[in-house]
């Protein structure tokens, strides 16, 4: 994320669950993407628990609105 991108979204890590929420996406979908670089990193903050960075899931979200924008601009 760029650092003009970063003062526009909160900072602050988000649970598994409310990843899900966000994202519409199971665990296990967001696991292969993010093994394949097309989903943001989770970040262990416990010995069995993960978050990931609410700026960095909202930054993803948007890129893939303005894609979704651009394929039906091109149609």
């Excluded at 292969?32 to 069995?48: D, T, Y």
């Amino acid at each position: 994320m760029s650092k003009q991108n970063a003062a526009y979204f909160p900072d602050r890590l988000i649970s598994e669950k409310e990843c899900a929420q966000m994202t519409g996406l199971c665990r296990t979908t967001r696991w292969e993407m993010e093994k394949q670089n097309n989903f943001p990193s989770k970040r262990r903050v416990g010995e069995r628990k993960v978050m990931w960075l609410l700026s960095e899931v909202l930054c993803w979200m948007n890129s893939l609105e303005k894609f979704s924008n651009e394929e039906t601009i091109n149609e």
